[in-house]
């Protein structure tokens, strides 16, 4: 275990008395799921709402989509490289209950209903998830969990989903979210089904009182605690930025079976640059998010496919300490322009990301040492360093004296990995 290396000096007394923002005392939701990040695909920034499949049958939320993405995670080598979820999205429900009071789907976009979904996902290896929402309505206008979590839960158990992302809009008042909340994490447990719980508690809490993130671990699997992202470049940054000034009480938060989620990866789509989705991909896995890609597996680049597909970058993510990562910028001073974040890893390593903030010119260079890291008590002999984005590269053996010189280009980040 990661805590018995601590206590046995494994790592360097100073590193563990002054890094406070290890998730040490951690206790995830006790269903024993999501140990590391969940990964997987979920519609929504992409395919949004679009709910006429007349006039847009490509891309309309429909049993026909997911299917096709299903077989695309199969087929593409998706699953094999760790993304299990396929995830539906807001819009997929008829606009009233059954006549006991049971969600439906759509019947025209959905004529198998969810139950013939989950199998056919099922048969592929994959599992399920499905979106729902603590107040009288989703987001998008449909038939609500209100009043009904105990008999939803079951019902989501019944039809085989395997994780369940469980929105926050039209929830009446503070006391009726947060026990909405508590309620069918609750009603999932009981119906003895492995259902993950993805939770948007914090993100509709925080304006009204502070989180009490140890509450929230105890309930949710993740929490979303951003607004959504969009394919933008601005989007990613925003949500880094937020992260980063709130890391202090985000970080302890987090640990298996309990994760921050900065929500979608937009990588593959239309707004990120080459070096942007290098970006998102490394500080995704830095931050140990869950890895919840919206793009169109049915027509995604090889570069970005390859980008997504990295196992090495994924087993960042992915590292059983389950520990995320955080900015280090404050206790480096030389440049404000890059910006660095870093990762304690099983093993006794480190992932180490490094970003070039500036917008305009060429590639910038850094004079990069290992005394920047862990208040200067890692490699006090020497580590080796291994480069996985943007490109791999091995740069062997350095000593606490070596400096690193690399290149990085605007809005690109290059990951480490030091063991």
């Given at each position: 275990m990661w805590l018995q290396r601590l206590l046995s000096g494994a790592w360097p007394l100073t590193f563990i008395l002054g890094l406070a923002v290890v998730p040490?005392?951690?206790?995830?939701?006790?269903?024993?799921?999501?140990?590391?990040?969940?990964?997987?695909?979920?519609?929504?920034?992409?395919?949004?709402?679009?709910?006429?499949?007349?006039?847009?049958?490509?891309?309309?939320?429909?049993?026909?989509?997911?299917?096709?993405?299903?077989?695309?995670?199969?087929?593409?080598?998706?699953?094999?490289a760790g993304y299990q979820y396929l995830c539906i999205d807001d819009?997929?429900?008829?606009?009233?209950?059954?006549?006991?009071n049971r969600l439906q789907a759509d019947p025209i976009r959905f004529p198998g209903g969810i139950k013939k979904l989950a199998d056919y996902v099922h048969d592929r290896g994959l599992l399920l998830g499905i979106y729902q929402d603590v107040g009288?309505?989703?987001?998008?206008?449909?038939?609500?969990?209100?009043?009904?979590?105990?008999?939803?839960?079951?019902?989501?158990?019944d039809w085989g989903v395997d994780l369940l992302k469980f929105d926050g809009c039209y929830y009446g008042t503070l006391d009726e979210l947060e026990d909405g909340y508590r309620r069918m994490s609750v009603a999932l447990n009981r119906t003895g089904r492995n259902i993950v719980l993805s939770c948007e508690w914090p993100l509709y809490a925080r304006p009204l009182?502070?989180?009490?993130?140890?509450?929230?671990?105890?309930?949710?699997?993740?929490?979303?605690?951003?607004?959504?992202?969009?394919?933008?470049?601005?989007?990613?940054?925003?949500?880094?930025?937020?992260?980063?000034?709130?890391?202090?009480?985000?970080?302890?938060?987090?640990?298996?079976?309990?994760?921050?989620?900065?929500?979608?990866?937009?990588?593959?789509?239309?707004?990120?640059?080459?070096?942007?989705?290098v970006t998102q991909m490394a500080l995704w896995c830095i931050m140990a998010a869950p890895l919840l890609m919206s793009n169109d597996l049915r027509d995604i680049s090889a570069e970005s496919k390859a980008l997504l597909q990295n196992k090495e970058v994924i087993a960042i993510n992915q590292d059983p300490l389950g520990a995320q990562g955080y900015r280090i910028l404050t206790r480096w001073k030389k440049d404000s322009n890059f910006e660095l974040w870093e990762k304690p890893l099983s093993a006794i390593s480190l992932a180490v990301s490094i970003t070039n903030r500036m917008?305009?010119?060429?590639?910038?260079?850094i004079e990069f040492s290992t005394t920047m890291l862990w208040k200067g008590t890692v490699c006090k002999k020497k580590c080796y360093i291994t480069q996985l984005l943007p490109t791999r590269q091995e740069y062997g053996y350095l000593n606490i004296t070596a400096k690193l010189p690399l290149w990085v280009n605007p809005t690109g980040t290059i990951l480490l990995r030091i063991d």
């Open positions: 040490l005392q951690v206790r995830g939701l006790n269903n024993g799921l999501a140990l590391t990040p969940p990964m997987g695909w979920l519609h929504w920034e992409r395919f949004l709402c679009e709910t006429d499949c007349q006039k847009e049958p490509w891309r309309c939320i429909s049993e026909q989509l997911f299917m096709q993405m299903a077989d695309m995670m199969v087929f593409q080598g998706w699953l094999d819009c997929w429900l008829a606009p009233e209950r059954d006549a006991n009288k309505k989703t987001c998008a206008g449909f038939p609500g969990s209100k009043d009904f979590y105990e008999l939803d839960a079951q019902t989501f158990a009182t502070k989180v009490n993130y140890t509450e929230v671990a105890e309930y949710c699997n993740s929490w979303r605690n951003f607004a959504d992202v969009s394919d933008s470049w601005s989007s990613v940054k925003a949500i880094l930025d937020w992260t980063a000034i709130l890391q202090n009480s985000l970080v302890p938060a987090a640990g298996p079976g309990a994760w921050n989620d900065p929500d979608m990866l937009v990588i593959g789509n239309f707004g990120l640059s080459w070096d942007q989705q917008e305009q010119g060429g590639p910038r260079r």
